[in-house]
């Protein structure tokens, strides 16, 4: 019997993979995909709570693809799929919004973040998203979610959304926990180290994306936002963008916080951003080169997540099957 633990994560495919993606979500999912059975998909159905242009939506569904394989996420040894291919998770997500409380969704921090931003469309879908992501989680009976800091609560409500459903029928579902890495879990925008890097901010500098030219990433990190010190010194409350750019170094370095702060001792911000622009860079490349050979591969990446839709789908059927029986509905 395979005993290994399960994993499931996933990315919106709303715009072009991110730094603070790579480093906060897979750069994690990597490096337990060896000792776990993982799922990691394309949260295409999350992308839609913001309008999407279709081609592009489509276009960069593909992308994704591309790059977490290009990032080492082997296709034979991990389950990677397109959610809007598998149907049981909007069916599982219907079933968990009747469990779900009105209050804990108003209380979600990211629902009051994206309203805000999108007041013209703060739609239903917006506001129930998070009963998606428990389905998401909870059909794959998964043991640990990988995400970056900003999805901590969500992990948190489906927890608690389980244990509620469980509290009724049994035990159903499994209690995901979330994987929060120690450094990288929260990067910020490289133009205001106060709020997150984000997609969005793809034309301000904020932010640099996995596919990003070697020229535009460095000069992303030559304009990136310090203060009037000169010291490189960690201290997130009084240097923000300084320790933000400490944290991506250390990561794509591989180094501590500690290291980074004793390497650059006595040298001047601009020896310390051209460093921490050529780290990425490096880091960045291979993912780049590979993604972009992939991607001229469409027939491979139909394969991938043709085989991935059908593995998935076996599992989370399963779990579907379980839960309608357990609320009543008629088996056929
Ligand atoms: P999304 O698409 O906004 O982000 C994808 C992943 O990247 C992490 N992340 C970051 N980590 C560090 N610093 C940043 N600046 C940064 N920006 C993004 C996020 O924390 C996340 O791990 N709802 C999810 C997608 C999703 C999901 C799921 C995740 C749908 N279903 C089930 C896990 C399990 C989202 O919007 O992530």
Redesign the pocket.
Known sequence: MDEKKII?????P?GAL?L??Y???IKNWVELSDTYNCYYMM?DM?AITIRQDPAALRRTTLEQIAQYIACGLDPDKNVIFIQSQVPAHAELSWVLSCYTMFGELSRMTQFKDKSAKNADNINAGLFT?PA??AA??LIYQADL?P?????KQ??ELTRDIAGRFNGIYGDVFKLPEPFIPKV?????SLQDPTS???KSEQDTGGCVCLMDKPEDIMRAFKRAVTDSDTRVRYDVKEKPGVSNLMQIYAVAAGKSVIETEKDFDCRGYGDFKQAVGEAVVELLRPVREEAARLLSDKAYLEKVYTEGAEKAAYTANKTLRKVYKKIGFVQK
């Open positions: 499931l994560s996933g990315i919106k709303s991110t603070g993606s480093l906060g979500a949260a999350h998203y998606l992501m998401d989680i979610v995400v970056g800091d900003d999805q969500h992990v990288g879990a929260r990067i910020m997150k890097m984000s």
